[in-house]
């Protein structure tokens, strides 16, 4: 079933704090409410200061002074209430968001910026939360003015016209200035997903930037992005500041108006002096119910932006799911193809306003290129196979395809005689393991490391795969052996350590199909030698998929599946197609000679 953005609401993470969202309306109320009264109190005590009558001026004055105490208490149990509602919120829109994310499938994460996920999951829930708090406050504070205008209307009807009218009139002004502020919001919030995702890619790829002397080429179209994000916040700001100084000048003279009516009622006594001292002590509030509501307003379109930008991430027509079946079986590792197609969205450079957006994401023109379109071929269990071809050619989308990352678009792949779109999670998940050629490795020891994988295995079950793995040699090196903390995405192991502890990790969960995604192409002659006797020791027992640009790394398997133009070209060993496929041969001379 799917899950729309509409269907969600921010008020759902409300629901199990009803007591804490009365208290808080609850001192929020009372919080405007003895601010009215202390304004009240103190109009009728500075009247009848002036008047003389002393007896009843100390009243007053205690009244006014003890209404300002209990509003500065409710003030602060408001703020706290506050602060405890939306951090709250925050933390379990983060928790669904980030739960969201996990079941996102692979091929979204590829076609979308990185920029686009973390605004949505880091910044997104607090910009709504205080925004929708904001909206709740500046409701409450409107409606408290009101109250204030009623009273001035009853005092004199005039200077309640003359206030109405002019009100209409910056209602309407604060209109079209959130018509334009919602222009300029979307727009600085995509420009903002742009700028995280090039400071994503500098953090993530600062050593291979610095290595290929990069600097000089990406700090240019870096800073052009970055350029962009704050020249639009400049004028976003400068836009705001233009409203905001007409209303003011607006309010101004009104209120002069209004007062100077005032004057001349009082001189008539047709306006009592409490009444007009409380008109007067209430001045600011003609411009503060404006000013709250073009906040309001302005606080409604950052609500309404930040909700629908997280909440796309559960609507499957633009963050699609991964889904699974419901067969469980335990998979002995026989693969199939069946005239399986598959297609990507590729990215190309658009200009911008005149300016070049590279890899931009809300703004890219989109095609469709096609990788394979009638892919067949066959894997027995208990196999080591490879894929071999140019760069380009779908070896990685294969076995993408194999580990259900992504979902063919046509025809049917077959894990021992199952449509892999019916098999359950946990046949998938347990059943194949991927060794890609950077295995995230956790920041804690190197047990729990493969407890991750399997957290009911035995030290000797842990010992037993290290050692196929070629590991349990240098982990027993080390002074705390097994209890050594890796660091960081396994910052304190070599490429080759990580490759061998992702090997060993997958042979703990007892997967009868291993994928070897380019596992090798960074490491040394001497390391990769390594591995790939890691892998030769898997043999027999497992279906032993290698995806590699070295060929002496798939020398040795059972089938080489040559890849070309989309197409199995040719399949044997390697001994069969260096005679067989003029091609193949090409390929493997052109890699020797590099």
């Avoid at 304004?39 to 008047?51: C, K, N, S, T």
């Avoid at 077959?414 to 347990?430: A, E, P, R």
């Avoid at 043999?539 to 290698?546: A, D, E, F, L, M």
């Amino acid at each position: 079933m799917k899950t729309k953005n509409k269907t969600r609401s921010i008020l759902y993470y409300f629901k199990d704090q009803k007591l804490l969202l009365l208290a808080y309306l609850s001192v929020l109320v009372f919080t405007q409410v003895f601010n009215i009264l202390a304004v009240f109190f103190g109009a009728f005590f500075l009247a009848e200061l002036v008047a003389g009558n002393f007896d009843l001026t100390l009243m007053w004055l205690v009244a006014a002074c003890g209404s300002l105490i209990v509003h500065e208490i409710t003030y602060a149990l408001y703020f706290k209430s506050a602060v405890s509602l939306i951090t709250r919120g925050e933390l379990k829109i983060k928790n669904d968001l980030i739960n969201r994310a996990f079941v996102i499938n692979s091929r979204t994460f590829s076609e979308k910026a990185s920029g686009v996920f973390i605004n949505r999951i880091n910044y997104d829930p607090n910009t709504a939360m205080w925004a929708l708090e904001n909206v709740v406050d500046k409701v409450i504070r409107i409606l408290t003015v009101f109250v204030t205008f009623v009273y001035i209307i009853f005092s004199n009807v005039w200077i309640g016209i003359v206030l109405f009218i002019s009100l209409i009139c910056l209602i309407v002004l604060e209109q079209f200035k959130n018509i334009v502020y919602e222009k300029n919001a979307k727009k600085q919030k995509k420009l903002g997903d742009k700028c995280t995702s090039i400071t994503s890619e500098v953090v993530r790829s600062e050593r291979d930037i610095k290595s290929l002397n990069l600097e000089g080429r990406l700090n240019q179209p870096a800073a052009e992005n970055y350029d962009k994000y704050v020249k639009q916040i400049k004028h976003t700001e400068i836009k705001n500041m233009h409203f905001w100084s007409t209303r003011h000048i607006f309010t101004q003279i009104v209120l002069a108006i209004a007062l100077v009516i005032g004057i001349f009622l009082v001189k008539d006594t047709a306006l009592s002096i409490a009444a007009f001292l409380f008109i007067y002590s209430n001045r600011d509030s003609f411009d503060n119910v404006i000013r709250y509501f073009g906040q309001l307003q302005e606080s409604v379109t950052l609500l309404k932006v930040s909700s629908n930008r997280m909440f796309e991430v559960f609507d499957e027509s633009k963050f699609p799911i991964e889904k699974f079946g419901d067969v469980d079986i335990n998979l002995t590792g026989n693969v199939e193809f069946k005239n399986v197609s598959f297609s990507y969205l590729d990215d190309i450079i658009l200009e911008d306003d005149g300016q070049t957006i590279v890899n931009a994401d809300e703004n890219r023109e989109k095609k469709r290129k096609t990788v394979f379109t009638d892919l067949s071929f066959k894997i027995p269990a208990n196999k080591t196979v490879a894929f071999a071809g140019e760069s380009g050619s779908g070896k990685t989308t294969i076995v993408s395809l194999i580990s259900k990352l992504y979902d063919a678009e046509g025809g049917e792949i077959l894990l021992d005689g199952v449509n892999i779109q019916q098999l359950s999670k946990q046949t998938l998940k347990y059943g194949i393991s991927l060794v890609n050629q950077f295995p995230y490795i956790f920041d804690t020891t190197i047990k729990e490391n493969f407890l991750m994988a399997n957290k009911d295995a035995t030290d000797d079950e842990i010992i037993e795969v290290a050692k196929k793995a070629r590991l349990h040699d240098f982990i027993i090196s080390l002074t705390n052996g097994y209890q050594t903390k890796v660091g960081e995405g396994g910052i304190k192991l070599s490429g080759g350590q990580k490759q061998r502890l992702a090997i060993a990790r997958a042979l703990l969960r007892k997967s009868k199909i291993i994928i070897f995604d380019e596992s090798t192409s960074s490491l040394d002659n001497t390391t990769q030698n390594e591995i790939t006797k890691a892998i030769n020791n898997l043999g027999g027992g497992h279906t032993v998929i290698i995806v590699a640009h070295r060929l002496s790394t798939i020398k040795n398997a059972d089938i080489i599946f040559f890849i070309n133009n989309g197409v199995v070209e040719s399949s044997g060993t390697f001994n069969h197609l260096i005679k067989a496929s003029a091609s193949f041969k090409k390929f493997f001379e052109g890699e020797f000679n590099d």
